[in-house]
Nanobody, 123 residues
């Protein structure tokens, strides 16, 4: 059974930082691309960031570029999203995702999903 367990969400004031973690078990982590998506009520699921299998390539949505950093640890089977200079419009439920998909920016190419972590940024 493949499981993705997220942690690190919370409430933070604008300008603050949070670090999301996603621990993967039940599969060979290093064969999977890893991505982060977010969704706020009434909005479509939005691509945030992704990282390739061995961490050679990283991808970011324009809205978070320069503020967020993605990383993976293939020894401990974890992927991280460091979020700095958070803004109120970053408020959403953040989901980590895993898959062997070709296009890491598309949500429907991923096979496994975390349970979601609420991130709330206040003014």
């Amino acid at each position: 059974q493949v499981q993705l367990v997220e942690s690190g969400g919370g409430l933070v004031q604008a300008g603050g930082s949070l670090r999301l973690s996603c621990e993967v078990s039940g599969t060979t982590f290093s064969r999977l691309n890893m991505g982060w998506f977010r969704q706020d009520p009434g909005k479509e699921r939005e691509f945030v960031s992704a990282i390739s299998r061995v961490g050679l390539n990283a991808y970011y949505a324009d809205s978070v570029k320069g503020r967020f950093t993605i990383a993976r640890d293939n020894v401990n089977n974890e992927v991280y999203l460091q979020m700095n200079n958070l803004k109120p419009d970053d408020t959403a439920v953040y989901y980590c995702a895993a898959g062997d998909n070709q296009d890491v920016r598309r949500w429907n190419g991923y096979d496994y999903w975390g349970q979601g972590a609420q991130v709330t940024v206040s003014s």
